[in-house]
């Protein structure tokens, strides 16, 4: 999981990317950023949010997320957004095209809707 924070991580501040795939280089998404990052690490994932929380080897409660376990917003077939989780109750995310990609506190993400009480984990 090492290897998939610190890609994600260098890349905070790149630009958010949905038009053109999301996948990079030229930007990101939440789910293809999250597929390279674990790419990069030697570990293949779907393309979307909710394929890549169904494709966990397993789920834990979101109170015992570690670094590395993947975060999401929505629940069932409706799971829209996907983020790292680097500890600290913070992730690595593609928030948007006026943010970009950031590394920010949960906290701070509240008004994005429901948080799955799952996080998950490869």
Do not use: K
């Not at 939440?30 to 990052?37: H, R, T, Y």
């Amino acid at each position: 999981m090492a290897a998939a924070v610190s890609y994600a991580r260098a890349r905070v501040g790149a630009p958010y990317f949905y038009q053109w795939g999301g996948n990079g280089p030229r930007g990101y998404d939440c789910s293809g950023l999250v597929q390279q990052a674990f790419a990069s690490g030697g570990i293949s994932l779907p393309r979307t949010a909710s394929a890549q929380f169904y494709a966990a080897q397993s789920h834990v409660p979101l109170s015992q997320a570690q670094f590395g376990d993947l975060v999401f917003w929505g629940e069932g077939a409706g799971i829209w957004h996907v983020a790292i989780y680097v500890g600290n109750n913070t992730v690595v995310n593609a928030l948007n095209p006026s943010q970009g990609i950031l590394e920010v506190n949960l906290a701070n993400m509240s008004g994005m809707g429901a948080l799955n009480p799952l996080a998950a984990r490869f």
